[in-house]
């Protein structure tokens, strides 16, 4: 579709209103501000509001925060709870056994971090940037790289609005509009959709482990007052997931008697029968976990793919024109669980380097100074405690938490080695004739529920009639190679229950994509064993809202 399209400039346009796009915005304005001279900085969302695609545990390291706002709590910024209390357990399918504290690593120490509900975090940080002048720009979904004729990038265009299903312009028809900048900044998170393409243009994964990936699933809960320990954070390993497959679980008490339940399963499982909605369904059910949950009520649900290579796999993260911060490109410290520190450190660095150069009358080339200050920062320091974290777990439950003792306790993450990741994730499942297949139990509505009814509740919409943005290379390879080999296993990897295999009248199957369930977690553009799925974005203001999460 040809439509002219109108065009705005800015010195930087920032894609994504997360912790690192919104860092970086308001470090921008903060430099200008200090040397008195005007920078227009422009972020974009593609969710309804900020904050409303932002999902996360969490438990937050304040040490970024502290350096981008060093008075955030006298400005009211939500980290309200601290930390009172960590409790590691090892579950079996009826019991468990903690590790005790002083056995624990420092990556497993949480003393001084906040439980927070991200989503309202990033919501008081799009106050502040709004207060500096930054322009924020919601329900605007970055579709595409624009290009200077030399080849550096030249800002993004939005989709156009009111494209029918049929991709014929309706009543409602809204051409996108283009942002042109200096420089461009690509703060998607996880396996951002055009952060993927420039690591690919512009080869920045040369050289570099394939990225790692995690699903993260996470509800929350309203409990028992008599059961709620503000500040107690439990995180546990083991059953219901087989010792061979990366994953784990976390359980966050913050206030309002609220708590955050969550499960994270590494992506590189092997075993097609596998659901990660399922495990965690599975795993509210134990003991040690239902005790909380009991007498409770759910309140939202979502699900969202996370990085986890660390720094063994961060892509060159600089390109002629702009720059990947935060999950874009991959910062987030796997063994931590913990990445909106080094989404807000990364942001910060990105704008550094992008004041500096447009002060000294540059455009549009790399902003080396970034990744220089980067190897000089306390970030590179933790990331490369952390490297051999994720290699390490790959090799399974038991003898990876041994290689991780041996790496964190004795050698405090300076070990003489590094471990490494040789294959991406989705070349790991194996025919599903290879494999048993997983019986899981009916969800009770109580404890464990089904994808329907928690879609319901992460108050997921997207207009029906728009083109489906959950694209196929070959449509003729779900049934052919995925069915018939791997035994669909889109259906059971996604969390949202977006893909069916159906029966058509003739008898034969035919994949079923239901789009408007989606809740952009990238895991099918990640899990995906021929990597024919490829997630673009939808309608700006589509997908979840997430209150609270």
Same mark, same amino acid.
């Given at each position: 579709?040809?439509v002219q399209?109108?065009?705005?400039?800015f010195?930087?346009v920032?894609?994504?209103?997360g912790?690192?796009?919104?860092a970086?915005?308001?470090?921008?304005?903060? +430099?200008?501000? #200090?040397? !008195? =001279?005007?920078? *227009? @900085?422009?972020?974009i969302?593609? &969710?309804s509001?900020?904050?409303?695609?932002?999902?996360?545990g969490?438990?937050m390291?304040p040490?970024?925060?502290n350096e981008?706002?060093?008075?955030?709590?006298?400005?009211?910024?939500p980290?309200?709870?601290e930390?009172s209390?960590d409790?590691?357990?090892?579950l079996s399918?009826?019991?468990?056994?903690?590790?005790?504290n002083?056995?624990?690593?420092?990556?497993?120490?949480?003393?001084?971090?906040?439980?927070?509900?991200?989503?309202?975090?990033?919501?008081?940080?799009?106050?502040?940037?709004?207060?500096l002048?930054?322009?924020?720009?919601?329900?605007?979904?970055?579709s595409?790289? +624009?290009?200077? #004729?030399? !080849? =550096?990038?030249? *800002? @993004?265009?939005?989709?156009?609005? &009111?494209?029918?299903?049929?991709?014929?312009?309706?009543?409602?028809?809204?051409p996108?509009?283009?942002?042109?900048?200096?420089?461009?900044?690509?703060?998607?998170?996880?396996?951002?959709h055009?952060?993927?393409?420039?690591?690919s243009?512009?080869?920045?994964?040369?050289?570099?482990?394939?990225?790692?990936y995690?699903?993260g699933?996470?509800?929350?809960?309203?409990?028992?007052?008599?059961?709620h320990?503000?500040?107690?954070?439990v995180?546990?390993a083991?059953?219901?997931?087989?010792?061979?497959?990366?994953?784990?679980?976390?359980?966050?008490?913050?206030?309002?008697?609220?708590?955050?339940?969550?499960?994270?399963? !590494?992506?590189?499982y092997?075993?097609?029968?596998?659901?990660?909605?399922?495990?965690?369904?599975?795993?509210?059910?134990?003991?040690?976990?239902r005790?909380?949950?009991?007498?409770?009520k759910?309140?939202?649900y979502?699900a969202?793919?996370?990085?986890?290579?660390?720094?063994?796999?961060?892509?060159?993260?600089?390109?002629?024109?702009g720059?990947?911060?935060g999950?874009?490109?991959?910062?987030?410290?796997?063994?931590?669980i913990?990445g909106?520190?080094?989404?807000i450190?990364?942001?910060?660095l990105?704008?550094?380097a992008?004041?500096e150069?447009i002060?000294?009358g540059?455009?549009?080339d790399r902003?080396?100074?970034?990744?220089?200050?980067?190897?000089?920062?306390?970030?590179?320091?933790?990331?490369?405690?952390?490297?051999?974290?994720?290699?390490?777990?790959?090799?399974?439950?038991?003898?990876?938490?041994?290689l991780?003792?041996?790496?964190?306790?004795?050698?405090k993450?300076?070990a003489?080695?590094?471990?490494?990741?040789?294959k991406?994730?989705?070349?790991?499942?194996?025919?599903?004739s290879?494999?048993?297949?997983?019986?899981?139990?009916?969800?009770?509505?109580?404890?464990?529920?089904?994808?329907l009814?928690?879609?319901?509740?992460?108050?997921?919409n997207?207009?029906?009639?728009q083109?489906?943005?959950?694209?196929?290379?070959?449509?003729?390879?779900?049934?052919?190679?995925?069915?018939?080999?791997?035994?669909?296993p889109?259906?059971?990897?996604?969390?949202?229950?977006?893909?069916?295999f159906?029966?058509?009248?003739?008898?034969?199957?035919?994949?079923?994509?239901?789009?408007q369930?989606?809740?952009?977690?990238?895991?099918c553009?990640?899990?995906?064993?021929t990597?024919?799925?490829?997630w673009v974005?939808?309608?700006?203001?589509?997908g979840?809202?997430?209150?609270?999460?």
């Amino acid at each position: 579709m040809d439509v002219q399209r109108d065009s705005m400039e800015f010195d930087v346009v920032i894609v994504g209103g997360g912790p690192a796009g919104l860092a970086a915005a308001i470090r921008l304005k903060q +430099l200008a501000a #200090d040397k !008195g =001279s005007e920078l *227009g @900085v422009c972020v974009i969302e593609k &969710g309804s509001e900020i904050g409303a695609h932002i999902l996360s545990g969490a438990v937050m390291d304040p040490r970024a925060l502290n350096e981008l706002l060093p008075d955030w709590k006298s400005m009211g910024a939500p980290l309200n709870t601290e930390v009172s209390e960590d409790r590691f357990l090892f579950l079996s399918e009826t019991g468990s056994r903690q590790v005790p504290n002083w056995m624990l690593p420092a990556c497993f120490q949480n003393h001084g971090n906040y439980v927070i509900s991200l989503g309202n975090v990033v919501r008081w940080l799009g106050q502040q940037a709004e207060a500096l002048g930054v322009e924020i720009y919601p329900g605007f979904a970055a579709s595409e790289v +624009l290009y200077n #004729d030399d !080849g =550096s990038v030249k *800002g @993004v265009a939005t989709g156009n609005m &009111g494209v029918g299903r049929d991709g014929e312009p309706t009543d409602a028809f809204q051409p996108g509009m283009e942002l042109h900048a200096k420089y461009t900044f690509f703060a998607e998170g996880a396996r951002g959709h055009l952060g993927k393409q420039l690591i690919s243009k512009f080869a920045l994964d040369a050289g570099r482990d394939p990225q790692s990936y995690g699903i993260g699933l996470k509800e929350l809960w309203e409990i028992d007052p008599a059961k709620h320990k503000p500040g107690l954070v439990v995180h546990t390993a083991g059953w219901p997931l087989s010792s061979d497959t990366y994953g784990g679980s976390f359980l966050y008490h913050f206030d309002d008697n609220k708590v955050a339940v969550g499960f994270v399963v !590494g992506l590189n499982y092997s075993n097609p029968w596998l659901s990660p909605f399922e495990e965690f369904q599975r795993y509210k059910t134990h003991p040690a976990i239902r005790h909380f949950l009991e007498g409770g009520k759910r309140l939202s649900y979502g699900a969202r793919a996370i990085t986890a290579g660390g720094l063994n796999s961060l892509p060159d993260f600089t390109f002629p024109g702009g720059c990947l911060i935060g999950c874009d490109a991959g910062f987030l410290n796997a063994s931590r669980i913990k990445g909106s520190h080094a989404a807000i450190k990364t942001g910060m660095l990105a704008a550094e380097a992008a004041f500096e150069a447009i002060a000294a009358g540059r455009a549009s080339d790399r902003l080396t100074a970034y990744p220089e200050a980067f190897r000089a920062s306390w970030l590179h320091d933790e990331l490369y405690r952390a490297r051999n974290f994720k290699p390490a777990m790959g090799k399974g439950l038991w003898l990876g938490t041994l290689l991780v003792g041996i790496d964190q306790v004795v050698f405090k993450g300076k070990a003489p080695w590094t471990m490494h990741t040789t294959k991406p994730d989705h070349a790991y499942l194996k025919p599903a004739s290879e494999c048993t297949p997983i019986q899981y139990p009916k969800p009770d509505g109580k404890l464990s529920f089904d994808r329907l009814s928690s879609v319901f509740v992460s108050n997921t919409n997207h207009e029906e009639n728009q083109p489906i943005h959950l694209t196929l290379k070959d449509a003729s390879v779900p049934v052919a190679t995925n069915l018939a080999k791997y035994a669909g296993p889109e259906q059971r990897y996604c969390p949202a229950g977006v893909y069916e295999f159906v029966k058509d009248e003739d008898g034969s199957d035919r994949l079923q994509i239901n789009a408007q369930n989606c809740v952009h977690c990238k895991t099918c553009d990640i899990k995906d064993p021929t990597q024919n799925i490829v997630w673009v974005v939808p309608e700006g203001g589509g997908g979840p809202n997430y209150p609270g999460m």
